[in-house]
Each structure stands twice: as structure tokens, then as C-alpha cells.
């Protein structure tokens, strides 16, 4: 089971901390992915973060903005969202997905098997 919690209303150039704690199982021994769907729009992930050699992979929209991180000890992951701008107004989801998913497939939603229930993001101009 997952948690996401941390969003709210922030000013255009703001900044905002995502957090996604989970139970049942460690973040430390799955892949965990932050994902964001805006009204009328289809869910995309924008960031991922495996356990292999704790990479992490930013889609282009956010690269350079969004830092995505994990607590072992507190087995929770993290978004730090910085910069942010109107387009990034939407309902955020972490998600878990087995370890041994190639990377090529955590770009899509079903190579996830835990969801946590969405915090809303939106960015005032």
C-alpha cells in the first residue's frame, strides 16, 4: 500500500515536496515511479527511481526540476518539484513496480502494481 501526500496551491516559480510512504512492503526492493494526470489527459509517468545502482530517469517535461528520492529508513520516496509552472497543475500518483521490470516498460502504467490514491498539484499563475 501506498500514501502520496504533500500537495496543494503554490505561486508559478514555486516549490513543492511529494511524499509516498509506503506499508506492506520495503521501497527499497521496487522501483517506484511518480506519475501525474492532468484533467482531460491521459496518466504519464514523469520520473522513476530503480533500485539498480539508484537510477533515476526524468522525462523530458520535468528534467532539470523534479528530483525524485527514497528514504530506506523511512520507507517513503519523494518528489522535490521546483520551479514549477501552470502545466504541472494535476493530480500526482507514486506507484511500485517489481524490480525486474526492464526499463523500457516502466514508462507505461501497467508495469505497476501498487498505487497510491493521488495528491493534487496546482500552480497558480
Known amino acids: 500500500q501506498l500514501q502520496a501526500s504533500g500537495g496543494g496551491l503554490v505561486q508559478a516559480g514555486g516549490s513543492l515536496r511529494l511524499s509516498c510512504a509506503a506499508s506492506?512492503?520495503?521501497?527499497?526492493?521496487?522501483?517506484i515511479g511518480w506519475f501525474r494526470q492532468a484533467p482531460g489527459k491521459e496518466r504519464e509517468v514523469i520520473s522513476f527511481?530503480?533500485?539498480?545502482?539508484?537510477?533515476?530517469v526524468n522525462a523530458d517535461s520535468v528534467k532539470g526540476r523534479f528530483t525524485i528520492s527514497r528514504d530506506n529508513a523511512k520507507n517513503t520516496a519523494y518528489l522535490q518539484m521546483n520551479a514549477l509552472v501552470r502545466e504541472d497543475t494535476a493530480v500526482y500518483f507514486c506507484?511500485?513496480?517489481?524490480?525486474?521490470?526492464?526499463?523500457?516498460?516502466?514508462?507505461?502504467?501497467?508495469?505497476?502494481?501498487?498505487w497510491g490514491q493521488g495528491t493534487q498539484v496546482t500552480v497558480s499563475s
Open positions: 506492506g512492503f520495503r521501497v527499497a526492493d521496487y522501483t
Open positions: 506507484a511500485a513496480a517489481n524490480r525486474r521490470k526492464i526499463l523500457s516498460s516502466l514508462w507505461t502504467t501497467d508495469s505497476y502494481e501498487y
Open positions: 527511481l530503480r533500485t539498480t545502482n539508484s537510477n533515476t
